[in-house]
C-alpha cells in the first residue's frame, strides 16, 4: 500500500519557479511509473509528465516541454516537478500519481495511487 503527498505549490508570478515535491510512503517507489497532472477549474484532468524508473526516460506534454522537468529520488522515495518559465496558464491543482508497474503512462486511468493535489497559481 502506498500513500503520495504534494508539496511545493504556492502563489508565483509569471516567469517565475516552482519545485513540486510527492513524498512516497508504505512502500517503495523505485519499481512504480510515476506521473505528474494537473486539473484547472472547469477543465479536464490534464497529463504534464511521466518518468519510469530512471531518470532518463521521461515523457511530457507539449505545453510544458522545455519549462518543466520531472525527476526522481529512490534513496528518499520522492518524484520532483521542477517547474520553470511559469505561465498563468499553467495555474492548476497538480496532483501525483503511482503505477504498480514501471513504464511510462499519460493518460491517468492506468494509475493505482494518487496524491490530494498541490495548488499552484501563475500570476500575470
Known amino acids: 500500500q502506498v500513500q503520495l503527498v504534494e508539496s511545493g505549490g504556492g502563489l508565483v508570478q509569471a516567469g517565475g519557479s516552482l519545485r513540486l515535491s510527492c513524498a512516497g510512503s508504505?512502500?517503495?517507489?523505485?519499481?512504480?511509473?510515476m506521473g505528474w497532472f494537473r486539473q484547472a477549474p472547469g477543465k479536464e484532468r490534464e497529463f504534464v509528465a511521466a518518468?519510469?524508473?530512471?531518470?532518463?526516460?521521461?515523457t511530457y506534454a507539449d505545453s510544458v516541454k522545455g519549462r518543466f522537468t520531472i525527476s526522481r529520488d529512490n534513496a528518499k522515495n520522492t518524484v520532483y516537478l521542477l517547474m520553470d518559465n511559469l505561465k498563468p496558464e499553467d495555474t492548476a491543482v497538480y496532483y501525483c500519481?503511482?503505477?504498480?508497474?514501471?513504464?511510462?503512462?499519460?493518460?491517468?486511468?492506468?494509475?493505482?495511487?494518487w496524491g490530494q493535489g498541490t495548488q499552484v497559481t501563475v500570476s500575470s
Open positions: 518518468i519510469t524508473w530512471s531518470n532518463i526516460i521521461t
Open positions: 508504505g512502500r517503495p517507489l523505485s519499481s512504480y511509473g
Open positions: 500519481a503511482g503505477r504498480r508497474l514501471p513504464g511510462i503512462y499519460i493518460y491517468g486511468y492506468e494509475y493505482d495511487y
